[in-house]
């Protein structure tokens, strides 16, 4: 009798990435609770150290101990790479060293980086993998180096640590820093060498690998996909939407920012609007300085960056097209249109599954966390779940006033904004294939979500 085999069975992409999260954040965890990484010498409460590797791998930024104060190199060091995996994706990660040492992909383990790449098919993906993991490191070391030039005269040897741990967190959008070391983050208002450095990583990282890809490629094909245009040009409108809302603050309440001259105040204001997308890094607490600000910051926040990168938020190509299926709706028009491209419909269901499944957790979140902690201002825990949510690390202080149960609450906040929240729902199906598979936008492929 011919001996059958069995297919192999597909991975679940979602499935794969988030266990493989928590794998990082559960060794991430036991690594910083040792008393080898904390500067005290002594064991650091397995809440906080889960909350601190939580935050990291998921490029958060919400820390509930400080990050120079409290945890000693070896520490940073862990942080450091809690980030770099968090930011690529740790599938992407183990891929590109298999291919650094010559090692064989095989179709299972391609499907799974199409998975966290949001790109489908087995074509490309290796090239593309390479080409990803090239720029990171280039972007990431540029960045270093040019900060080191201010960093090192300042902070010696450490000073090369510093720029390095800073390139790869703003790269990552994760907001993690060591500069709780004198004035702080905020004594470099004025050194446009390190925040500009800083704006640009987290800016080139949070549009995404695809887009990357597509304007590197631009000179060789004179092609712009779709998706690359709704990243740059709403990218750009939601940074001035910020950028004015943010700088009116500064303006309008002189007294938190008299000492600051009008250079300074733009400056700021340029680089709260890029961060607030996903990055979480603050030179002023211009974002804090009253409820308008904070509204702001929460709307900038939800959105967040691109498909595919390293930051968060429900991306502005579902905010596109949502946008789109209102102006449909208002024209009476049967389909939703970008830029002369019919949207298909399972693109419009999903954006809509994306929006309503993110504001339905941020209410319960909201919810367990206010029932609580009653006696904190209702903006501030919104604030922070948010922030959580969308993997920015904006924080009003609230993580480390609140009990044990709300912080486990913000953890897997930002582990749900990491995977996202549809990805998260496709964990606990079955890992067969199917549905509508028909290409909308002829000559791209959009990603949402």
Sequence with gaps: MPIIKKKAKQPNPARTLTLSLLAVICTGTVLLCLPCSSKSGQWTDIVDCFFTATSATSTTGITVVETFAHWNIFGQIVLLFMMQ????????????????????????????????????GFVGVKRLFIRIGTYTLIMELVGAAIMCFTLVPQYGGYGIFMAVFTSVSAFCNAGLDLFGIGDGFSGYSSTPQVHMVIAAL????????????????????????????LVLIYSGALFAIGFFAYFLVTMLHGEKFGGMS????????????????SAGFNIMDIGLANDFSKLVTIGLMFIGSGPASTGGGIRVTTLAILLATVAASIRGRDDARLYGHRVHKRLVYKAITVLMLSVG?????????????????????????????????????????????????????????RVGPVSLLLTFTSDKGGGDKDKILPDCELLIG
């Design 262 to 277: 009008i250079p300074d105040k733009l400056l700021c204001s340029a680089f709260t609007s890029v961060s607030a997308r």
């Design 202 to 229: 987290v800016f080139i990282g949070g549009i995404g690998f695809v887009v990357w890809d597509n304007v590197r490629n631009y000179f060789k094909t004179k092609r712009i996909l779709m998706h690359t245009k």
């Design 361 to 417: 957790f941020i209410i319960i979140c909201f919810a367990i966390i206010y029932l609580l902690n009653p006696e904190l201002p209702e903006v501030d825990i919104l604030y922070e779940i948010i922030s959580a949510f969308t993997t920015t690390g904006f924080s009003t202080g609230l993580s480390s006033k609140v009990d044990t149960v709300s912080k486990l609450m913000l953890c897997f906040a930002m582990l749900v904004g």
């Design 85 to 120: 995996i968090g930011g690529l994706g740790l599938v992407i990660i183990l891929t590109f060293f298999n291919y650094a040492l010559g090692r064989k992909m095989g179709i299972m383990k391609a499907n799974a980086i199409a998975g966290e790449l949001s790109v489908t």
